[in-house]
């Protein structure tokens, strides 16, 4: 449900004007999901940390996905200010591309 804000944003509206913060934040959630569960699969399955969280409300456990979830709210927020802004239409982003002339050019 998440990606499907980013997937309209990217293909839909061409990141234009406010899209662009969704697109940003809407992926950032949806790394954040795959990580948590990175999280709990890891106490529930590596041997070493069983027995540090043997439920899901122990502390480790809690201080871990605390310290994630604080990562990763400053890496969204990060990424809303720098890839959000004013000049964020289609038609105010650079190209980052340049096409090269063919080879044995004598193109000056």
Partial sequence: MILAFAIAGRYKFQL???WRRVYSVTR???LWLNVFVLIAQ???QVPALRPLAPTGSAPPFLISQTVVMIAFIALAVLSA???GG???SPRNRRRY???AP???CACA
Avoid: E, H, R, Y
Wanted: glycine residues 10%; proline residues 5%.
């Fill in 102 to 104: 063919p080879m044995g």
């Fill in 86 to 88: 004013d000049n964020a």
């Fill in 81 to 83: 200010k720098k890839f």
């Fill in 42 to 44: 890891l106490f529930m």
């Fill in 16 to 18: 234009a004007g406010a």
């Fill in 28 to 30: 950032m959630l949806s």
């Fill in 97 to 99: 591309w340049v096409a």
